[in-house]
């Protein structure tokens, strides 16, 4: 049966109604961080502030920059090797990230920035919206081409608010750290994500199987995102990081995983063809693993060749993942993982939070130096007669709350999703963006659809 | 009948012409400015400088690259979108801002940075060069696919220079705040390049009307541009703002509106198509309005949630024109908006002046602290009587004077223009590369041109 | 006869060899720069750090991502302009690319951060190593569509080792400046491309004529190649300079050299067409000739016409090479030069050495200040003695080292290459994605390929 697609009051209402309400919290909860107040210059007056250069602007700023370009163009591009599917990939992502953004600085703002009354924005709140949306990014991979726009905003909805709260337990009760969010943003992302796809399974999805594979040029756009996701990346782990020695390490860390990645991925997507030829989708994806995986303990001292390993790990993970596990998956699970994101997000999140734990539990005075120990985890206050392994055992507890909390919430999320008045697509019109898109002319089908015979030599 | 359209001598004469100009003038006029002068070293020696990091080059280096990715892959690619005009897109695009920014640090220079018998270049004067071409991109959308690279030359002459002149009225003699250049950017360009495509009117534009649309792909290579213009656009706005609390502050003011901006784009564009259906041009377009709309007041205490309401209003305003205005102004007023700049930048460049005004006017010592508002809006020196409200009415004097200068200058270059010995194109070869560019073989059309068969559901 | 081109086994072995000795040497060798080493919190509590803003990561983070794109986006992009090497273009210089920076760390590392028996990793070394692997980028564009995946590891493997010898030899016993790498990176690269392109030259290439040139799409994704090279530039030449007015000085130039370009690449590339139409090869690598050529001097006082003069001869003699040269030296010399990195990196390599030495030589306390000439040039220690002139000498025996160097390591590592067992494609298989990868169905051939008619006006 087809159903009806047709989008013209539900999704005009729902944005409207979203961005009514996020105007009114705004109004009543949101004021500046005194680092971006005008008061800013009295407190320079009075000789709080020393310099211009001691504004967090400074520190953060050029990082947030790099992580909003992998939230928009990163994820929005990394999705459009689908034939026929970019208008939405692009476009939706744009949309389900512009909301989360915002819903995601009040949801966070009061758990970590509310203060007399008011959540006080600084460009820390910005950075962490955007890792917060990340991890919806994340969830869209997995319902890539399935759902509608309305759905997707509804899951944003929820999931923003769920991926806050599970924040707010890793981070300030389990204190655990997780700057790059191996825990919090992969994870939990892609579980998440799964799940809902578990619940919205449908089974005459090879109707559709045509526009499930690329074309050549739509795998350069995919290119694109996973460029900007694999260069960025080592901002992304060290945006929110100490300042000095922790943002320097995190970044260096990362740097190293990911190239090691890049080289086992290639190994792998080789070895698995029986020509020995490569496969974008390897490329496009399983190259970013080893950023996933030190994304919890980039900020510690992983060692460059620690950095290596895990990358080097996640590489052939990944790949094997994408080869064996996704159509196992599908055809066992009936889970219908459109863009694999249980090989790029989930195994590597995984990963990188048992990499995290041990990480933590073999820290030692020795290695961090005496403050530099205190420093990198907070052994001071209430946590002063913590650890290292019990900062280990207590990455390790986040892991599984982590997991829970995507599981479950992705089981409601998604049957709320399943009531049939979301403008969902039929099977056999799912992964065409003629229906929810203005189509140019001539184009419904791509050029590459034409035509055009195979030469393989 | 059909034009000579044979750049061979104009095009090379006019470029090495400029060119030399421009390196005699820089000879006898253009220096460094201390901060980027190797005299810094005696500078620190005798101790006038504390350390390296007060060095301009540290507070705005990080703005001004995502600035200069918004000048030439930002509107480069935002105008990609017509199916058969994308080389003309970015490479005329990448020609007049090269030109633009070099006579733009001459003109500026001498108004703003000129001590001693010389320009001294520093990196604040290369933000404002791009600033100042960034108008100039915008006047191209409303010409776009009907003028020769000579015009745009000389139209980028023109333009740059009275650019300079109203930049100078505004900041210097009615003392305005325009960070982000919602007035001296964006509403002066916008009417200065409609003027232009007015005066230069082309009675049978219909017979090039196959190439007025775009193909899937083209599209999507817009998206790239319209994604780099939204991600980075808090730089923009913040990027000369005054050090610490004004940078920072202008970031999170643009960030806020441009997200809410896009759900109203969406919720519009859905909301106005028979059967809901989402238009790319305004998904390409209107999500961008927000950040024209703050460019003004971004740096002042517009308050988050203020930033938000601004969004909200522009992403309906600028949808609207897209559907509604646009194809008014072509019918009534003959008016060819190629990229319907004036919903993206002339009416939200208006908005964003009166909010401008409106802070200015309500701003206090309250909202600002003592030292803050001073600080603020620079009341002290010649401005030291100065009220908000003064400071309110300036700056819509300042929104007044930019229109007259927009709609006389365009004018006046549009006649210029119109001299039939630049090389433009005849009616029936307007939006073709091929009468600019060497093609490659067998694609002077477009793929998707060819026989493909719209396959709507 | 054709070749066997089945990597199954040679690929993955090399990839797997190459990362696992990587891992084994970053253990026994590699650790953290104190900027970058969590003992950095007690260096603050014994006050020999007296801020988190005199780490490194500050001065130097955002020029290192930028020079980041410039690597895996920039080149790779650029190289995309082959109808159907989209594909390799990208993904192979992500390969290269990624094994290149890890190898290079290494060998930079043992010359030039090699302290108590460890290298310490920071930031710098980070920029340092992409700028080597940019050097590799470079040769891959002579020998593009011609080599396989494992044949390019190999090349990247000895040209990195020659490439940190040579740097060594220049920067540590000549003390030559070379921040932006015009020597060190360009004219290295380039003629250790060409030489390695001229051992494997191919009598038959012409049976592949087909795919060696460019379809409309593909001439578009080489354009955001192009332009993110361009913007970024100014990072590229600034990145490892002085901290203060050089890092300022070097992206001031390099921005003036850029835009003075792009004019003379257009006046040239038209003035050389029958019709004055332009060559999108000319503006996509031509226009990027000045940044190359100011790559030693940016950081001297070379004054911004200079640099405009610099950029003006090179967007000349980097068109008419593409033009006039090129051709000659494929009919004459058998150098089949690919992307033309003769004229984008050799020609304007040794300009921007020769401009350097003139500008090192003529330096004089008058125009840098006292301690500014013993800043920028080092002039202290056992350069205590040096005069500007002798610098100049010495930086044009910087040149001569670095072409020598270049022509008999490219030679040696042809013939190493030239061994048939590498899974090099047969002449009729050059230039296809199809020999290395999965390809997407019905996309062998560009659609661009079929039977669209050209219609010229």
């Known amino acids: 049966m087809a159903w009806n697609t047709d989008l013209r009051w539900r999704l005009p209402l729902t944005c409207l109604l979203l961005q009514v309400a996020l105007v009114v919290l705004f109004g009543v909860f949101v004021r500046y961080h005194p ?3 005008a008061h800013w210059a009295d407190q320079k007056a009075a000789g709080n502030v020393s310099s211009d250069l001691d504004n967090e602007f400074y520190y953060r700023y050029p990082s947030f920059q790099d992580v909003h370009v992998m939230i928009f163009v990163g994820f929005g591009f990394l ?12 476009g939706f992502n744009f949309l389900l990230a512009a909301f989360g953004i915002q819903w995601a600085l009040l949801m966070q703002g009061w758990f970590h920035s509310f203060q007399g009354g008011y959540i006080l924005l600084g460009v820390e709140n910005l950075i962490n919206a955007d890792f917060c949306v990340g991890s919806v990014c994340v969830a869209f991979g ?61 089974p005459n999805l090879q109707h559709s199987k045509g526009r499930q594979s690329s074309v050549y040029h739509s795998d ?25 020695d922790a943002q320097h390490r995190a ?9 090691a990645c890049v080289l086992t991925t290639v190994a792998v997507s080789s070895a698995v ?22 994304g919890t303990a ?38 219908q993982d459109t863009c694999g994101i249980h090989n790029l997000h989930a195994l590597p999140g ?32 209430d946590k002063q007669s913590w650890t290292p392994s019990m900062q280990g055992k207590f990455q390790a507890a986040g892991l599984f709350v982590s997991l829970a909390m995507a599981l479950v919430g992705g089981a409601v999320v998604g049957v709320i999703l399943k009531i049939p008045v979301w403008g969902q697509a039929a099977d056999e019109n799912c992964f065409d963006d003629a229906i929810y898109w203005e189509m140019p002319e001539n184009t419904a089908l791509h050029p590459e659809d034409s035509a055009l015979k195979t030469s393989e030599p």
Request: with cysteine; proline share 2%; hydrophobic share 55%.
């Open 79 to 90: 999705m459009t090797f689908l034939q026929r599917y970019g208008f939405s990939a692009v």
């Open 298 to 335: 980039a900020e510690m001292m992983l060692m460059p060749y620690g950095s290596l390993i895990v990358g080097f790990i996640c590489g052939i993970v990944s790949t094997l993942g994408f080869e064996y596990l996704t159509p196992f998956l599908e055809a066992r699970l009936r889970i």
């Open 251 to 259: 970044a260096i860390n990362t740097y190293c995983s990911l190239a």
């Open 142 to 202: 997995a319902v890539l081409g399935k759902v509608s726009p309305v759905q997707l905003l509804i899951m944003t909805l929820f999931q923003v608010t769920l991926f806050s709260v599970n924040e707010f337990i890793l981070l300030n009760l389990l204190e655990v750290k997780d700057a790059g969010g191996s825990m919090t943003i992969h994870t939990f992302g892609a579980y998440f994500g799964l799940m809902v796809a578990w619940i919205l399974q449908r």
């Open 350 to 381: 995984i990963i990188g939070a048992i990499v995290g734990a041990v990480t933590a539990a073999c820290a030692s005075a020795d290695v961090y130096g005496k403050s530099g120990l205190v420093h990198a985890f907070d052994f001071e206050g």
């Open 220 to 244: 350069l756009f995919a290119m694109i995102g996973t460029l900007f996701l694999w260069m960025y990346w080592p901002s992304f782990n060290s945006a929110v990081s100490n300042h000095g």
């Open 273 to 294: 063809h029986k020509k020995g030829k490569l496969d974008m989708v390897h490329i496009q994806n399983a190259t970013l693993a080893g950023g996933v995986a030190v």
């Open 35 to 37: 680092d971006a107040d």
